[in-house]
């Protein structure tokens, strides 16, 4: 690349204060390297900006930089939200959990540490625990907040760090952008340090008490459990955290589980698959030859941090193939199920994000429930959440996002794809007691309110001209007005909710257009990728899915 003599020495400062800030030897090591190389296109990508206080934390390649996150980052991330903790609490306490990526367990105890060296009492656990666990951590212990070390469905390139509030939801304003404040005014030489052996000696950092698992697992049995027949499960959780947790209630609910041998050990490199998410075919390619060859009843996938759920259904009495089922069929199948046989006082509440289909409020309505759309992010579905514990009318019943995230209990504040297996499970046993498959209570909803479909693509902008183009992109379709052609169908109406007063919708980087059908496309960024996701819904309602 081409830079000024100017710009080329800012760089190589960045690079040389990162040096002497970075205490691993192996991250040092690579900047090291590419500035003894005077590799300036590596250099800047690694130093053109930092890793960003964003969606509920930071999330990024792994490596040496401050566009990377690695030891270094992960202290300094840590030292602004501990300056953050102490002006709000007097005594704060933080449980944190990590999951089977690469420098996870590092990144954690570095979290713990730089907490710790401020007085900060630190609840760790000493192995891997999906993100719902964390959250339910957070409650039980009523801490003050939570980090789990994670970058949940993306490559084995990244980590990331996400923050929860003392509610086991993700943060949310003020306290994000307060710490995001707090992060832009960390030095290197205002990060405060202790040991391992002084945190554990002055009573700051602690084991996590074994109880706290007995108690999700005993919570998860009551919101969800039952007495389930003999079905059969075929289960991956995709070399991440969700392996032990689900596999030790279907266990207690008597459910035969096979797991994928090949996906079981925990293992950051994703050795099996390209992407390590259940809504990649090829992530749940084994998971379905498995079940295949068991003739499974059903097939759960987990992604690294346990909170994203695919399922995979035979689509014969023989179960020789199976299909996967897309994230809105899943949410509307669960959605049906826990309204259906619901039998509370208060009326049910169900909320989904403004991308998860809108089949589910159609369901809500008949069956006297009452369905909630907030923005993308389970963070916003867990605010809705905090407000309807206060109500005296309506009470939570499920959360879902189109992009395979859900939760049916009350005591987790993110997606949780352990529960929501669980329910899955109990389900499929339901039906099958019935004598209908998942497909044909699929295909009976169809038959009732119409089709109801989606397209979902997504593309991928890298480095600091993917970010330029992404920018360009949004600007295009804010700039569309109704009447214009759009991929040859006419757009009605254009919503901007960068621009807010859309609904009870708060502001975002969203663009939504109308068009002269029933169709609507939903555009936005990722928040924890460098994507563009595009999302096509259409309807039919009176039709059914093989006469659309």
């Known amino acids: 690349m081409v830079m000024s003599q100017e710009e080329r020495t800012i760089l190589y400062q960045k690079a040389q204060d990162y040096i002497e800030s970075e ?45 990377r996150i690695n030891p270094y980052i992960v202290r300094k991330v840590t030292q602004g939200f501990a300056n953050y903790l102490v002006s709000q609490r007097a005594d704060p306490v933080v449980v944190i959990a990590f999951d089977s990526r690469n420098f996870s367990d590092l990144f954690a105890q570095q979290a713990a540490l730089t907490l710790c060296a401020n007085g900060v009492k630190v609840f760790l656990y000493d192995s891997i625990r999906p993100v719902p666990m964390l959250s339910f951590a957070v409650r039980y212990l009523k801490a003050t907040a939570g980090v789990e070390i994670t970058a949940s469905h993306n490559p084995a390139q990244y980590n990331g760090y ?14 994000d952008l307060a710490i995001a404040e707090q992060i832009g005014g960390v030095t290197p030489g205002s990060i405060r340090n202790i040991s391992l052996a002084e945190a554990k000696q002055q009573g700051l950092l602690k084991a996590l008490p074994l109880e706290v698992d007995e108690a999700y697992f005993a919570m998860v049995l009551k919101k969800v459990g039952g007495e389930i027949g003999a079905i059969k499960v075929a289960f991956t959780p995709l070399h991440g955290s969700s392996n032990m947790p689900v596999r030790t209630l279907l266990s207690r609910l008597g459910v035969a589980c096979k797991v994928v041998e090949e996906q079981e050990e925990p293992d950051g490199d994703f050795p099996t698959v390209s ?23 059903l097939v759960l996938g ?56 809108d089949l589910i ?5 008949k069956e006297g429930g009452v369905c909630y759309t907030v923005l993308t992010g389970f963070k916003y579905i867990a605010e809705k959440m905090a407000q309807l514990e206060k109500s005296k009318d309506e009470k939570f019943l ?11 209990v009350n005591d987790v504040r993110d997606k949780d794809a352990v529960s929501s297996a669980i329910l899955a499970v109990k389900m499929v046993d339901h039906y099958l007691k019935k004598g209908i498959t998942l497909a044909e209570r699929l295909d009976e909803i169809y038959s009732e309110y119409g089709f109801f479909g989606e397209v979902v693509l997504s593309y991928t902008y890298e480095g600091a001209s993917g970010k ?35 609904g009870d919708l708060p502001p975002s980087d969203v663009v939504i257009l109308y068009f002269t059908g029933k169709e609507k496309m939903v555009v936005r960024p990722s928040g924890t990728e460098p994507k563009i996701k595009y999302y096509l819904f259409f309807d039919s309602q009176g039709v059914t899915k093989e006469e659309f």
């Not at 509030?165 to 993700?170: K, P, R, V």
């Not at 409020?361 to 309505?365: E, L, N």
Request: hydrophobic share 35%; proline share 5%; glycine share 10%.
């Open 23 to 67: 205490r691993e030897a192996q991250f040092r090591q690579e900047v090291i390297d590419a500035v003894d190389e005077g590799a300036d296109s590596d250099l800047y990508e690694r130093f053109y900006t930092s890793l960003s206080f964003g969606t509920a934390g930071i999330r990024g390649r792994i490596g040496g930089g401050t566009n």
């Open 275 to 297: 992407l390590p998410n259940p809504e990649d075919p090829q992530a749940m390619r084994l998971a379905i030859e498995l079940a295949k060859r068991e003739k499974s009843d």
């Open 468 to 502: 330029k183009r992404m920018k360009e992109i949004m600007e295009r379709f804010r700039a569309l007005q109704p009447n214009e052609l759009f991929g040859g169908a006419k757009v009605v109406k254009v919503e901007d909710l960068a621009q807010g007063g859309v």
């Open 398 to 408: 499920f959360g879902c996002e189109e992009s395979f995230g859900y939760l049916p």
């Open 162 to 175: 996400k923050v929860y509030w003392s509610d086991g939801g993700q943060v949310t304003p003020p306290h």
């Open 361 to 365: 409020d159609k369901i809500a309505d």
């Open 302 to 357: 987990c992604d690294p941090d346990g909170d994203r759920l695919g399922i995979a259904i035979p689509t014969s009495e023989q179960k020789e193939e199976y299909r996967l089922l897309t994230g809105n069929e899943i949410a509307i199948l669960l959605a049906d199920f826990l309204l259906k046989n619901y039998d509370g006082e208060k009326r049910p509440a169900v909320v989904k994000s403004l991308v998860t289909s």
